[in-house]
């Protein structure tokens, strides 16, 4: 009992890092009530300001600083309160997030209401953890040091309490490095490396010689006196230390497997929340760690398990082509950042297309290599991915024909930009000007994946084209690395700080709708190279943005009310 107490000490020292982790909070909502009314108030760190972006649905575009309070009826919200808003400071702002209230249940003890913002993205990324956890199990990294390692806790005598301690480690391992990849980079450093062309480039590179790793070209390995080290370590210590060693010398062994599909996870989780990158690694720390665990508690299971064998050569060679298809997503990313025009988006198609054709073909060949055991049945398991492979090789051909590619759509470049949509600021001004249109500012980038999901979903639907037509259109990329305008700062740099300064944001995408009126002081400001102030209306309010949805409705609805 005391190595179990010690052992979820170390785990809730973890958690509490993981809490302390989040260094973008500046914002502290609270709830009241008071006969048939209900107080929501805001406490604002000193030096941000709070925008609050919209009410129940309708735009607010309102500022404030200090604190925020606002007093509803209870019968003015039958359906509850959802209060869109984000937060600044003179060189950063926070991701839009919703602050709801439904019910007392929604309350915690000391009546402050949990955002709950993001909420989908985290189970994405947790259920993308536990998918790669699966996957790292199958692994030829991992598969074969199961039985060795449950075999080792039953000689030891500790049996299925070691066993469960040695999962739980390896969750702790895992969830302290998404700890340190957290703390070390913050949210708002996270989403700047996702995006930087650089950076992609270097992760296109990481991932090719990955695959060509999985592919059998060569092995990539940690200093085999780590491993060595820590297992001499492992069979010497006792105790909860043995367990913590035991895990160690896991990760170091099963690298060359794992390493992919953490690096993988964790460039997914980079333009998500803070929490992201604990959240993924919990998931996939979890799947690890889920047979050892079983295995000790049921040994003899161990016998029913398949051997080693071609089956898991076939695994990672699957892996090494998905690897392949995933590099080249950063390959895009560089290339459309810096203009190169290497790899256009009918190419990427092929690519892709020719890709998993070569799997299908690879799995089919596979098949005559099966023996027994379970022989018709992994020939059928084989089969049947190799049909899906192909059938989704024959989906990515018909994206050149026009289709919508709505499954893939945040991993494929972006379509050519539409002849009557400007990517130039000045231009786009002048031609609001001169033909009386108001302006639809759309900040987006290369390397966002919900601008492209937008794109697809909503910005390429003929009813939101239709109204679009009403509007002069400039789209401006937050993270291209050329220099357009000749005066020798990158567009994306300058676009970054127009958005930031303007209208207080730094996601994507981010619209805003400018009226004549703001369009004359912005063109201004812009000739005259006066300092960028955040616009506001005729009345003084800040002008309302509009940021991520899949639903045209909502987007068509918000365009028509500004």
């Avoid at 006792?238 to 460039?267: E, R």
């Avoid at 794109?455 to 990329?477: H, P, R, T, W």
Wanted: net charge negative; glycine share 6%; proline share 4%.
């Amino acid at each position: 009992m005391t190595r179990i107490r010690t052992f979820f000490c170390l785990l809730f020292a973890v958690c509490s890092l993981s809490v302390m982790a989040e260094i973008l909070q500046p914002v502290v909502w609270h709830t009241e009530e008071k006969n048939d009314s209900v107080y929501f108030s805001a406490q604002i760190e000193k030096g941000w300001h709070l925008t609050i972006i919209s009410i129940n649905g309708e735009t607010d575009g309102n500022e404030y600083s200090d604190e925020f309070v606002l007093a509803v009826a209870k019968n003015d919200m039958p359906q509850g309160m959802n209060i869109r808003f984000n937060a600044c400071d003179d060189s950063q702002c926070t991701s839009p997030e919703t602050f709801s209230y439904n019910t007392r249940e929604n309350i915690d003890s000391q009546g402050v209401v949990q955002n709950t913002d993001s909420g989908n993205d985290l189970w994405h990324i947790f259920l993308l953890g536990l998918l790669a956890g699966l996957l790292a199990v199958f692994t030829p990294c991992v598969w074969p040091v199961i039985p060795m390692t449950v075999s080792f806790f039953v000689k030891k005598g500790g049996g299925a309490k070691d066993a469960l301690l040695y999962g739980l480690s390896i969750i702790v391992l895992y969830v302290g490095l998404g700890v340190i990849v957290t703390a070390l980079f913050g949210a708002s450093a996270l989403n700047s490396l996702s995006t930087n062309a650089w950076l992609n480039l270097f992760f296109f590179i990481v991932f090719v010689v990955f695959a060509l790793s999985f592919f059998g070209l060569f092995e990539i390995r940690l200093p085999s006196s780590w491993s060595t080290y820590l297992d001499s370590h492992a069979r010497s210590s006792s105790g909860l230390l043995s367990i913590v060693f035991m895990a160690f010398t896991l990760a170091v062994v099963s690298f060359s497997c794992t390493g992919p599909l953490i690096g993988t996870l964790l460039v997914e989780a980079a333009d998500k929340s803070l929490y992201a990158p604990v959240v993924g690694m919990s998931g996939f720390a979890i799947s690890l760690a889920l047979p050892f665990t079983l295995f000790a508690l049921f040994p003899s299971l161990l016998r029913s398990l398949p051997r080693s064998g071609n089956w898991m050569d076939a695994f990672k060679v699957t892996l090494a082509f998905i690897e392949l298809a995933l590099s080249l997503k950063f390959l895009s990313v560089a290339d459309m950042a810096y203009g190169w025009g290497i790899l256009p988006r009918w190419l990427f198609l092929i690519l892709w297309s020719l890709c998993f054709a070569s799997l299908a073909v690879y799995l089919i060949w596979h098949t005559f290599r099966i023996t027994e055991p379970y022989k018709t049945i992994r020939r059928a398991i084989v089969i049947l991915l190799s049909v899906l492979s192909l059938s989704f090789s024959a989906y990515l051909i018909s994206g050149l024909a026009g289709g919508k590619m709505k499954l893939v759509a945040a991993f494929l470049p972006p379509e050519k930009t539409e002849a009557n949509v400007y990517t130039d600021l000045q231009p786009a001004l002048e031609a609001a000007i001169s033909n009386g249109k108001p302006l639809l500012l759309q900040f987006s980038g290369y390397g966002c994946v919900n601008c492209r999901k937008m794109e697809v979903a909503v910005l390429g639907d003929e009813e939101v084209k239709a109204v679009l037509n009403e509007y002069i259109e400039v789209l401006l990329f937050v993270d291209s690395r050329q220099d357009e305008n000749g005066n020798g700062l990158e567009d994306g740099e300058e676009w970054t700080r127009l958005q930031r300064e303007l209208l207080r944001q730094n996601s994507q995408p981010c619209f805003a709708v400018l009226t004549n009126e703001q369009i004359l002081m912005l063109y201004k400001t812009i000739t005259d190279k006066l300092p960028i102030t955040r616009l506001t209306d005729s009345n003084g309010n800040y002008v309302p943005t509009y940021g991520y949805t899949e639903n045209k409705y909502d987007f068509i609805n918000w365009l028509k009310t500004q």
